[in-house]
């Protein structure tokens, strides 16, 4: 019987073979994809998310063990496709036009895809009419805006007031090194996160 605890075991330590290995064995077995993903997968990417929360792991950590994860997912996700499985929420995650920084974008995508969103990666020097193509098109919930430069702070207001002229029903979510929540506040967008793994607390909450 395919051990669900090592999974999420293997994610944690970024075990990328061992993660694999286990999600192939659990699948062969016929073991429930769902089951797999939230038992295994998603429990091993909670407890990184709540480790780098309290500075008990950094970046590369995470990173490390999101690798494992994406991994096991290459096998996992046609199985899921096919039972059915819905993921809990879909995101639009993009840096604001003017911005080319990635890093933290990265990361809160990784952390959400890790707690069962759906997350669509609208890139990096994305514009507020790209930004509303993309959540119509792929009819996201959320809509997370990421900035890195105090000089690009203006394009989220300049995007989240995009969104509301568009009709469209979602949550907008910003952060990044030099936002606040005063500024989340001032421009109206729906919350803020300092950190990725606030940011999956955030969108769980707005979803």
């Known amino acids: 019987m395919a ?16 993660a694999v ?5 659990a699948l062969n077995e016929n ?7 939230n038992n295994g997968l998603v429990a091993g990417m909670n407890v990184i998310g709540a480790r780098f929360k309290a500075n008990e792991v950094y970046i590369p950590e995470v990173l490390i063990a999101a690798r494992a994860m994406k991994m096991a997912m290459e096998h996992l996700e046609p199985r899921l496709v096919a039972a ?10 993009g840096t604001v036009k003017g911005d080319l920084h990635d890093i933290g974008k990265n990361l809160v995508m990784m952390m959400l895809k890790g707690a069962g969103f759906n997350v669509i990666d609208a890139g990096v020097d994305v514009s507020p009419e790209k930004f509303v193509d993309e959540a119509k098109k792929s009819g996201a919930k959320i809509v997370g805006l990421s900035a890195l430069l ?7 207001e300049q995007t989240i007031k995009a969104i509301k002229a568009s009709g469209l029903s979602v949550k907008t979510m910003i952060g990044g090194a030099p936002v606040t929540q005063a500024y989340a506040d001032k421009i109206g967008a729906d919350g803020y996160a300092a950190d990725a793994a606030s940011a999956v607390d955030l969108a769980k909450s707005l979803i």
Request: hydrophobic share 50%; no cysteine; net charge negative.
């Open 31 to 37: 073991m429930a994809p769902g089951e797999i993903l």
């Open 84 to 93: 059915g499985v819905q993921p809990i929420g879909k995101a639009v995650v």
């Open 3 to 18: 051990d669900l605890k090592a999974l999420a075991d293997a994610v944690i330590r970024g075990d990328q073979a061992t």
């Open 21 to 25: 290995e286990i999600t192939k064995a």
């Open 150 to 156: 105090t000089t690009t702070m203006p394009a989220m």
